[in-house]
């Protein structure tokens, strides 16, 4: 069962589309696996349509509008759909179906550090970056801490550090409070968001920085 | 998290008086029927008055500037009328789908601002449409072939957004344009890829 959501705060930013689109693609794809957020979701977008609509406003009708409605009633109107097939993403034999937002970002190609394999979204968002991140069986991130926060939402296979283990859909946000060194059994795939480089604690680790490259 | 408990008092219902004024939920979304299935244009101008002035404040809010709020609202009166035929009532007031159509309007632009990209991502992250079998049926309608269907569908997005609104959605190449933000010598040349890559991919099968 899915045990980490996003907090409400960062669900009342989303449904305002005021966050970085790294995060609002996260939160969109954790959405779509979770059903108790997705009915939260619908309740609370009704409740900002509302917030938004329903008190009324001062300024009346302006002359900009008028010629705005003549202007537009002139286009055509649309009266198709396409649908969109959902993406299946291939990785260590295993197929997944990836949520939809997640499917649409372009995605940058591999690089490997031992059992680790990322692959970068190109959203152009500074020093917001957004990854797909794949470990093999066996797999561990030494134990480090971060200087913004770390997001992972776990998409197939599970991870476990010392707070337990996830499952996907897992909604895991760490900030710099947080200790932590992943590792996982059977092979895990995650959308991970990084703002800021991690920071490698133990002696051996530091030596380990390609990693801590490779992930941020 | 919140409950559930305390968000349902918040629903829009019908003669739920918000302590100001009461919504018009049902006249604007009988309103926004009309549209869809007449391109009755007063509705469209009874729509316009309400929203519009809240679109502009929202605007404001969000940007902090008034002409990008009047192109906020431009964006989205223009995406209430060209997909009024795609609303579906049973799934939601009138007032949540324009507000949808205006955040995800509003989300687009904000990253166009920071990041100087307009991929549009806002329709994947929050799409307004679920229902994938009146996609289907749509297909079906067009397309004899399911093997080019597949072939469309399998394009990459920003290609097939192209020829899906060239040949299924009847646009000129400058309203596509101007709909997906992007210049008009850039549908042609994703155009130009869509067709050579389908028409590669079929010769190959047919071979």
Request: glycine share 6%; charged share 25%.
């Amino acid at each position: 069962m899915i045990k980490y959501h996003p907090s409400k705060q960062l669900m009342q930013k989303h449904i305002l589309g005021e966050l970085p689109a790294g995060l609002s693609v996260a939160i969109a794809a954790h959405i779509e696996l979770c059903d108790k957020c997705s009915n939260e979701f619908e309740l609370l977008e009704v409740q900002q349509a509302s917030a938004t609509f329903d008190a009324p406003c001062e300024e009346k009708e302006s002359f900009e509008f008028e010629s705005m409605i003549d202007d537009i009633t002139k286009l055509s109107m649309y009266d198709q759909l396409v649908s969109q097939e959902p993406e299946v993403f291939e990785y260590q034999d295993k197929r997944v179906q990836l949520p939809r937002a997640i499917a649409a970002l372009k995605l940058g190609s591999f690089m490997n550090a031992g059992k680790v394999s990322r692959a970068r979204f190109e959203l152009d968002e500074g020093p917001l970056r957004s990854s797909l991140l794949h470990i093999k069986p066996g797999g561990e991130i030494p134990e480090h801490t971060h200087t913004g926060f770390e997001l992972t939402l776990l998409l197939d296979g599970t991870f476990e550090d010392e707070s337990g283990q996830y499952v996907p859909g897992d909604f895991i946000m760490l900030d710099g409070r947080h200790n932590h060194s992943p590792r996982t059994k059977d092979g895990c795939l995650c959308f991970t968001l990084v703002d800021n480089a991690l920071h490698f604690n133990k002696g051996l680790s530091k030596l380990l920085n390609p990693i801590g490259k490779l992930i941020y | 998290m919140v409950s559930l408990e305390q968000s349902r008092d918040c629903r829009i219902q019908k003669g739920k008086n918000v302590g100001m004024q009461e919504t018009p939920s049902e006249q604007l979304t009988q309103a926004l029927i009309n549209v869809a299935t007449h391109a009755d244009k007063k509705a469209y101008a009874y729509l316009f008055s309400y929203f519009a002035p809240k679109i502009k404040r929202f605007g404001i809010k969000q940007f902090g500037s008034e002409a990008m709020a009047m192109e906020l609202v431009q964006d989205t009166m223009t995406s209430v009328w060209r997909k009024a035929k795609l609303y579906h009532p049973e799934k939601g007031a009138a007032t949540t789908w324009v507000y949808t159509i205006m955040r995800n309007a509003s989300f687009d632009a904000l990253r166009k601002i920071k990041s100087n990209r307009e991929d549009n991502l806002s329709e994947e992250i929050w799409p307004l449409f679920h229902d994938e079998q009146v996609c289907e049926k749509s297909f079906k309608d067009h397309l004899q072939s399911n093997q080019l269907k597949e072939k469309i569908k399998s394009l990459p997005a920003p290609q097939r957004d192209v020829v899906v609104g060239v040949y299924f959605e009847d646009m000129t190449q400058e309203q596509l344009a101007q709909h997906l933000g992007i210049p008009v010598g850039t549908v042609k040349s994703r155009l130009r890829l869509a067709l050579k890559k389908l028409k590669v991919e079929l010769g190959e099968q047919h071979d």
